[in-house]
């Protein structure tokens, strides 16, 4: 089953449990991808889907930290809970050490030597980790690995 398949399957289960944070959490996914699918006239398959869940994520953090810094914590707790659906449809993510092996080993295998080369391994790594590992942490394994 597709993941997109699973993420509507949810949402019917969610309709039925009267789940109602889940649901708009969920509904808000689908619109997301309704709009990534009429924006580039594409259908959208699991790596894209798996780009807009790591986007929407991400969005959700940064409104995390504004509003606990703005002492907003009932917003807070609703972009948490939001955080926590999302995550669902993430799949496994890597560990530290495999995101540093695997940054290691594309770095000797492009021959890069220094931060002038962080572009191009950056443009590899992401070719090969999208989805699977969180890109702030691969972006700090790829810095210390063109610094050392």
Same mark, same amino acid.
């Given at each position: 089953? %597709?993941?997109?398949?699973?993420?509507?399957?949810?949402? =019917?289960?969610?309709?039925?449990?009267?789940?109602?944070?889940?649901?708009?959490?969920?509904?808000?996914?689908? &619109? #997301?991808?309704?709009?990534?699918?009429?924006?580039?006239?594409?259908?959208?398959?699991?790596?894209?889907?798996?780009?807009?869940?790591?986007? $929407?994520?991400?969005?959700?953090?940064?409104?995390?930290?504004?509003? %606990?810094?703005? !002492?907003?914590?009932?917003?807070?707790?609703?972009e948490s809970?939001?955080?926590?659906?999302?995550?669902?449809?993430? *799949?496994?993510?890597? %560990?530290? #050490?495999?995101?540093?092996?695997?940054?290691?080993?594309?770095?000797?295998?492009?021959?890069?030597?220094? *931060?002038?080369?962080? !572009?191009?391994?950056m443009g590899?790594?992401?070719?090969? $980790?999208?989805?699977?590992?969180?890109?702030?942490?691969?972006?700090?394994?790829? =810095? &210390?690995? $063109?610094?050392?």
């Amino acid at each position: 089953m %597709s993941l997109k398949a699973q993420i509507t399957e949810d949402m =019917k289960t969610a309709m039925r449990a009267k789940d109602s944070e889940k649901l708009g959490t969920i509904r808000m996914l689908l &619109a #997301a991808v309704k709009q990534k699918e009429v924006d580039e006239r594409v259908e959208v398959d699991d790596v894209m889907l798996v780009a807009i869940v790591d986007k $929407l994520i991400k969005q959700r953090k940064d409104s995390i930290s504004q509003f %606990s810094a703005a !002492g907003r914590q009932d917003l807070a707790d609703k972009e948490s809970a939001e955080l926590k659906v999302l995550e669902a449809y993430l *799949p496994q993510r890597l %560990s530290e #050490a495999e995101i540093q092996a695997e940054v290691a080993a594309i770095v000797a295998e492009l021959g890069a030597k220094g *931060p002038g080369d962080m !572009g191009k391994v950056m443009g590899a790594v992401k070719g090969k $980790l999208a989805g699977k590992a969180d890109m702030g942490l691969v972006s700090a394994a790829v =810095k &210390a690995a $063109l610094a050392g």
